[in-house]
């Protein structure tokens, strides 16, 4: 497992994937969290997904990956060369590879039609592939699926993936935390996504750190 980042301003790499599922908010707020904690971040968004961002929410991402980086950059405060955007084929991304400097991926949201090609190793666009890698690398693969209802194919892709080494994670806030706020829903699931990074975090606390009120 690839440990250092190719930039050692850096923490170490982790990419993060956003696909065609509802729930983009989880991937952006993800994206702003690890830029705030120092790490360098692979960032590839799906045609899908831009589509999905146009829908949910008023933030315009071009897909170009060179303007994509600045405007996310821009956005979360990233410092020169913290994120890097990678189109759909570009196989000499670093995602791509074994060899490439990268530790985690985390595909957020997970769209099921890339659940499935992941379960069946497609490799057919550049998440698909760094999933294939992670999982061939056993590095960690976080996957945040977001359907509902879930049919028996989801089911068996999920067991398939889980079986693989991949940590099945899907986007349903808890409310004992009581959140008052659509952020803190979300907020909810970065938490849970970061603790299994193992990256410090204060969106959520642990459970059993401070008294519940009855």
């Known amino acids: 497992m690839a440990a250092e980042s190719a930039n050692p301003a850096f923490a170490t790499p982790i990419a993060v994937a956003l696909t065609g599922a509802s729930g983009v908010q989880y991937g952006l707020r993800l994206i702003e969290c690890l830029t705030a904690a120092g790490h360098e971040i692979y960032v590839m968004i799906s045609k899908a997904a831009h589509r999905v961002i146009d829908v949910e929410t008023d933030i315009d991402l071009p897909a170009q990956p060179a303007r994509l980086a600045a405007t996310l950059s821009e956005r979360f405060g990233a410092s020169d060369g913290q994120i890097h955007c990678f189109s759909r084929e570009d196989w000499m991304a670093p995602v791509a590879s074994g060899s490439g400097r ?113």
């Open 102 to 214: 990268w530790r985690s991926l985390v595909i957020c949201p997970c769209s099921t039609g890339t659940l499935s090609a992941i379960a069946c190793g497609a490799s057919d666009n550049l998440i698909e592939r760094a999933a294939d890698v992670a999982l061939k690398e056993r590095r960690q693969l976080v996957v945040v699926p977001r359907e509902t209802p879930l049919s028996a194919i989801h089911l068996e892709n999920m067991l398939t993936l889980t079986r693989m080494g991949a940590v099945i994670l899907p986007a349903a806030p808890g409310f004992y935390h009581r959140p008052t706020s659509l952020e803190a829903m979300i907020d909810f699931i970065v938490a849970r996504i970061l603790n299994q990074l193992g990256i410090e975090q204060s969106l959520l606390p642990a459970w059993g750190s401070k008294p519940v009120d009855d």
